[in-house]
Structures are given as C-alpha cells and as structure tokens.
C-alpha cells in the first residue's frame, strides 16, 4: 500500500471514531417542562353537552403508561349529542330590535303580551301552552284565560275605552286589569285601528283621539317600545322610553 493511501485510510478513520464519539454524547432526556400535562378527555366534553351544570376541571393525567378509560366516549356519540333547538316557528313570528331577537307569539299559546323578547325573564316555560316547544322552551301551561284569547277568522278585535295617561309598563298592568284576554295591542293592530277610524271610508272603529300617542306592547330594545299617533292625515308609528306616561286603548 502506497504512503498516501495509507495516509487516507487514517484520515477516515480518524473522521468516523469522531463521529461515534459526538453521537455517544448525545442526550435522550427532553428538555423544558417535564410535568405530566393534563386535559379534557372526549367523556368530559360529552357531559358538558348533556348533563346540566357539567363543570369538570382537566384532572386527567396523559402517561405513556395508563390504559383507556371504559367509560370513555367516541366522537361519534359527541356529534350525535350536540342539539340545534329551531323551536317551532310554524308558531311564532320573529323580527330584530337592535341586539335583540324579538318573538311574536299569537294568541292562545303564551301566557303574557304579544311581543317579548329573548331576554325576557316571563318567557318560560311556565308561560307557555304545554306541548307547544317555543325556540327550545316546552311549555307547561295546562290552564289560563290567555288560552282561549285566540281570534276567531275573520272577526275583528274588540278594544276597550281609554284607560288614560300611563307608562309603557303600567299600560299592560291596566289592560291585564280589565278581564280575560285584555291586553295592550301590538304596533301593527294599533296602527290598524288608527287607520281603520281616521283613514277609512266609512269608518269602522272609534274612541281614539286625534293627536294623542297610544301605547302599543311591541318592545324596542331594553327601555323603548312602540307608539302610535295619528296626525295631520297620517298615522305614525314612534318609539320612546317606556318611562312616558301616553294614552292606552286595550283589545281582546
């Protein structure tokens, strides 16, 4: 073997036991936190969906040594728990007022005014006709005057004399007063009677006065709610704080 093939060999040599001794250095020990972390398991989450008032902290250990629990759900029983409530919109009419969602209920299925809105603290199940399912709500009613309010088909509302000058909440207090199935109208059934005595020809309605706002029951956002007025030949629907005291006319 020649001096500079001998001289090659050597280096090479040379180069691998150094390349054994860097990767025998190495160390295998992951660096960082070395806690064992925990976190939600897939039963956890399930709960969350279907039992009430689930709060389960993450208590589960993850470790390479611990085994499946039994009791564990699958991602298909957590897709089939997750429910989307519609309610039964057959039944109620919605419209939006600012940020909120406003339902419109017809008569003989909830126990309170015509317009409420989601964040009523009325709009329970207690108020609403058993059976009927309200956005999500079952109702549990069994009995109560607001039941058989309904109008029949083509008859008319009836409306009460004026109950004088009050505020929005106060109106509804007043109509509830007079009896079974009083209440303070919607917007649209107030604007329909102003029209009816004040536009049409012949008239079909009186007893309200020309000039004078009248409360309806139809909320806008939290502290408004809808009035009507007619003026000067037309007939104007306005919102206003419920603080100010305007006249009340009832239907039934």
């Not at 969906?49 to 009791?71: K, N």
């Not at 049409?200 to 000039?211: I, K, L, M, Y």
Request: glycine share 10%; charged share 10%; aromatic share 10%.
């Amino acid at each position: 073997m020649s001096n500079k093939l001998k001289t090659f060999s050597l280096y090479l040599l040379g180069g691998l036991v150094v390349i054994g001794v860097v990767a025998l250095a190495g160390s295998l020990t992951p660096g960082g936190n070395t806690s064992t972390p925990t976190m939600y398991t897939l039963s956890d989450i399930y709960n969350k969906l279907t039992v009430p008032a689930y709060t389960s902290s993450p208590t589960h250990s993850v470790s390479t040594t611990s085994s499946p629990l039994a009791s564990m759900r699958t991602l298909t029983e957590i897709w089939n728990a997750i429910v989307i409530k519609t309610g039964d919109v057959a039944v109620v009419t919605t419209s939006t007022s600012t940020n909120k969602l406003l339902l419109t209920v017809p008569a003989g299925t909830y126990l309170g005014s015509a317009t409420v809105s989601t964040t009523s603290t009325a709009f329970t199940s207690a108020n609403i006709k058993s059976g009927v399912d309200l956005f999500g709500i079952i109702g549990e009613l069994s009995s109560g005057p607001a039941l058989n309010c309904s109008v029949p088909a083509g008859s008319s509302l009836a409306w009460s004399a004026s109950q004088g000058s009050l505020n929005w909440t106060n109106a509804g207090i007043a109509c509830a007063a007079l009896g079974s199935c009083w209440r303070l109208p919607t917007i649209d059934e107030l604007v329909a009677g102003l029209t009816a005595q004040f536009v049409d020809v012949p008239s079909t309605e009186g007893g309200f006065a020309e000039g004078s706002y009248y409360w309806s029951s139809t909320e806008f956002g939290e502290s408004y709610a809808w009035y009507a007025i007619y003026y000067y030949g037309d007939v104007l629907s306005l919102s206003n704080s419920k603080n100010f005291e305007f006249s009340v006319r009832c239907v039934r």
